[in-house]
């Protein structure tokens, strides 16, 4: 390894061991740009939980606890990530947690009160969530089955805040039965086909997709704790399922519940169409992991380590992703993603980038996001010509390991040293 990047890597240590860089600071400055960018928008806030190995052995765990099935150990990264919910643009983090397992629960989950089960987090993360994204027109706060829970459905929901949850509970409702008894009485209203992206195990293609929907009341479960909490809540229900699905193909079937209205299968459509959007949650996750910061192979030795690096791994390829979405173009502004004194930088670098011939030079409208995602494919390797393949993540993150530096510098280019 060369000196510098030896320097380099042993300031970062001393940068997380300092007690001053908490890891709370850390998370609060996730939002730092997003609180702006969501002004007037409708945003659908994602959330989900992603869990992080870490390679241990017997005897040198790091500290880190158990995660998933079998003798695996890492951390737990819950993320909320606000996206615009017209064009599916992220417009950065919102707030979350990173957490340690220590030991395993002695007690029952059932037997648990709320403020003691790991499922708390759906809750409080949705809460800090109305204060940071409170410039937002609307916000729809999303999760998959896990965050599906009687609590949050009756105490989340505020004026212009809205829950869209794929159901996991097939819930006693109103007027006796089962949700799903409910539900399958209902006629199918419609039939669309959709794009379905690639997934771990499955590849993209699309699906025929037919349409049901209508409101339901979901009963109060018996459990430990709810009885302050009212005896039934009215919920909207959007099934889309794949009837025919092909041969050795596992079929698509969402059971959506929402607070949103529901009147007609136009509006049905719509909220399919925020939900597949989820799918940007688990983009981001594959970029802190796999697919771009390869978080996973880190070599710091203690899990308070670890967790902050997680926050800030977390905060960088937030960045990569909103980088890679803008390639193409689009009329989100720089500012989203990138502080004046960034952008001011990236004036300079695109300067330098661009060239005579027009083939070469930046096609996109200056200070827009997509204007910097091509300064920043450029700097990461990318040749800029248009019939080029489009940069991937890995090259929005070697460019933006540039920037950074290029953009640190840039800020002391006037300081004088007697």
């Not at 002695?106 to 648990?112: S, T």
């Amino acid at each position: 390894m060369a000196g510098g990047e030896r320097d380099a890597e042993v300031g970062f240590g001393r940068f997380l061991a300092n007690p001053k860089v908490t890891l709370e600071r850390l998370i609060e400055g996730w939002s730092e740009r997003t609180r702006s960018a969501v002004a007037g928008r409708h945003v659908l806030a994602i959330q989900d939980t992603s869990e992080i190995h870490f390679s241990t052995r017997r005897g040198h765990r790091r500290g880190l606890g158990e995660v998933g099935k079998g003798n695996a150990h890492g951390l737990l990264a819950h993320v909320m990530a606000a996206v615009d919910a017209e064009n599916g643009q992220s417009l950065g983090l919102v707030t979350g947690s990173i957490y340690n397992r220590e030991g395993r629960a002695r007690i029952a989950h059932a037997q648990r009160a709320r403020k003691d089960k790991e499922s708390k987090r759906w809750a409080e993360t949705a809460r800090k969530a109305k204060s940071i994204l409170s410039d937002a027109a609307t916000i729809t706060i999303m999760s998959d089955r896990e965050g599906d829970i009687f609590e949050d459905w009756a105490s989340v929901p505020g004026a212009n805040v809205h829950l869209l949850i794929r159901m996991m509970h097939d819930r006693g409702v109103g007027g006796g039965g089962t949700a799903s008894k409910v539900i399958a009485d209902w006629p199918f209203m419609a039939t669309r086909v959709v794009d379905l992206a690639a997934t771990p195990g499955r590849e993209a293609r699309q699906a025929s997709l037919s349409l049901r929907f209508g409101q339901i009341e979901i009963r109060r479960p018996h459990g430990k704790g709810l009885g302050h909490l009212p005896k039934t809540v009215t919920l909207r229900v959007v099934e889309a399922m794949e009837r025919e699905p092909p041969v050795g193909v596992e079929a698509i079937h969402w059971r959506l519940l929402t607070t949103h209205a529901v009147d007609e299968a136009a509006t049905a459509w719509r909220i399919v169409d925020w939900y597949r959007r989820r799918w940007i949650i688990e983009q981001l996750f594959r970029l802190m992991k796999s697919q771009g910061l390869r978080l996973e192979d880190s070599q710091l030795e203690s899990a308070e380590a670890l967790m902050k690096l997680t926050a800030i791994a977390a905060r960088a390829a937030c960045a990569v992703l909103q980088l890679v979405q803008a390639r193409d173009g689009g009329d989100e502004p720089a500012s989203i993603a990138f502080t004046p004194h960034q952008i001011e930088v990236l004036d300079h670098l695109n300067q330098k980038k661009q060239e005579t011939t027009a083939l070469r030079k930046n096609p996109h409208p200056r200070h827009s996001l997509s204007w910097a995602s091509w300064i920043i494919a450029r700097l990461g390797g990318w040749n800029g010509y248009p019939s080029a393949k489009p940069p991937g993540p890995i090259t929005m993150r070697n460019g933006l390991e540039y920037f950074q530096i290029f953009a640190n510098g840039w800020a002391r280019r006037d300081v004088c040293i007697p």
